[in-house]
């Protein structure tokens, strides 16, 4: 394994990968689109962690996926994410967050915002009219989580290091 920080993610079942991979592909700057569609629970975890990582990702997809629901849109400023509420999921993050206490670089730590990113690093003014144009259709839909990944950052793209699917 390489030297990179780890990243930790929630995957999405068939239903939804679909079409936010599609989302992405259209909406996001081609350039940058280094990673498929996703939901990050840790940004940057010490690579030191894989192993006990790798363990306690085991441990936390061992019952079914958590129920999810994408709730709204999100502006990023450059960008739209759908903004994602499984207090589950949640619950899983914060018993990860405990467990990692004092490892965490700064972005973890502070308080989660569960979202899909599906267009970044663009104009405001086009992140504005995405952001439009989705809340013109948009009702709440649930959201089918299928596993917790982890991968190895890059410096840019990630390399997948492991899929823990929840238990159906």
Known sequence: MGGGPLIV???FGPGDDGWLQLLRRTHYPAERNQVPAHLTLF???PPSLE???AARLAAATAAPPPPATIAGIMDLGEGTAFRVESPALEAIRDTLAEAFHGLLMPQDPAPWRPH???QNKVSPREARSLQQQLRATFE???LQLRALASWLYLDGPWEPL???PFRR
Do not use: M, W
């Open 116 to 118: 899909v990113t599906v």
């Open 51 to 53: 192993r006990e990582l």
């Open 9 to 11: 993610t929630a995957l």
């Open 140 to 142: 709440p839909r649930p």
């Open 43 to 45: 940004h940057q975890l």
């Open 162 to 164: 492991k899929v823990h």
